[in-house]
């Protein structure tokens, strides 16, 4: 099973872009890597998935390196409403379990 | 909507007394989870419904039950709580695996 690795607080200003780095090491060909944000007193929210290369949707970039072995998720112009843990994910062998990183906790400065 | 909905948002229990949580999806999702989360660790996954096949986590296998009667409706069931029981618990579904998952606000237990 692929555990991920993710430094755990990251700081930034307002209208800056952020990004949060994800290990996965021992991703298998089977599996793709979701992020997710959780704020407090609620459910985790899906951002984006992807499996190689680039992947971009209305909130999000990401980026995976050619090895699979790294991904980061670009936020553009954060906002204090983008403060959150965000988590790096891969599915699990049975492809139904995510497993979860530690997560990074992003702090947003006005 | 895409919402998944649990019920109650706050609930507090005695030690030694069944808990029972709720949880609905409209989506028409094939898979329902249950997670637990305490503060400063990642949600753990206590099992998940596959249409009416039920799989648990082995560390979990004997401290919660839970139960789908229909495919919009899930609970999680703790016999006996324990102190070491309170915790958010987070349900969530997806239409099937590699698919994104949808999580509810979650129901927060405390046990006393």
């Known amino acids: 099973l692929a555990k991920t690795t993710q430094p755990p607080s990251m700081e930034a200003y307002e209208g800056q872009e952020v990004n949060v780095s994800c290990s996965h090491t021992?991703?298998?060909?089977?599996?793709?890597i979701y992020w997710y944000r959780q704020v407090p007193h609620q459910g985790p929210q899906f951002i984006i998935q992807?499996?190689?290369?680039?992947v971009v949707n209305e909130v999000a970039s990401l980026f995976i390196s050619a090895d699979r072995k790294l991904s980061t998720l670009s936020l553009p112009w954060v906002s204090l409403r983008d403060a959150a843990v965000y988590y790096c994910?891969?599915?699990?062998?049975?492809?139904?379990?995510?497993?979860w990183g530690s997560g990074t906790k992003l702090i947003i400065k006005p | 909507d895409t919402t998944v909905k649990q019920n109650p948002r706050y609930k507090l229990a005695r030690v030694g007394k069944p808990v029972n949580l709720i949880c609905s999806q409209t989506?028409?999702?094939?898979?329902m989870y249950w997670y637990q989360k305490k503060p400063n660790q990642a949600p753990k996954l206590l099992l998940f419904?596959?249409?009416?096949?039920?799989?648990r986590e082995a560390d979990t296998f004997e401290k919660f039950q839970s139960s789908r009667p229909n495919n919009s409706f899930c609970s999680l069931y703790i016999g006996s709580a324990g102190l070491e029981y309170s915790a958010m618990y987070l349900c969530?579904?997806?239409?099937?695996?590699?698919?994104?998952?949808?999580f509810g606000k979650g129901t927060r237990l405390t046990v006393v």
């Open positions: 969530a579904s997806s239409r099937t695996a590699n698919t994104e998952v949808f």
């Open positions: 021992n991703i298998a060909t089977s599996e793709y």
């Open positions: 994910i891969v599915t699990g062998d049975s492809n139904y379990q995510l497993i």
């Open positions: 989506m028409n999702h094939d898979t």
């Open positions: 992807g499996y190689k290369d680039y």
């Open positions: 419904y596959y249409d009416k096949i039920l799989n």
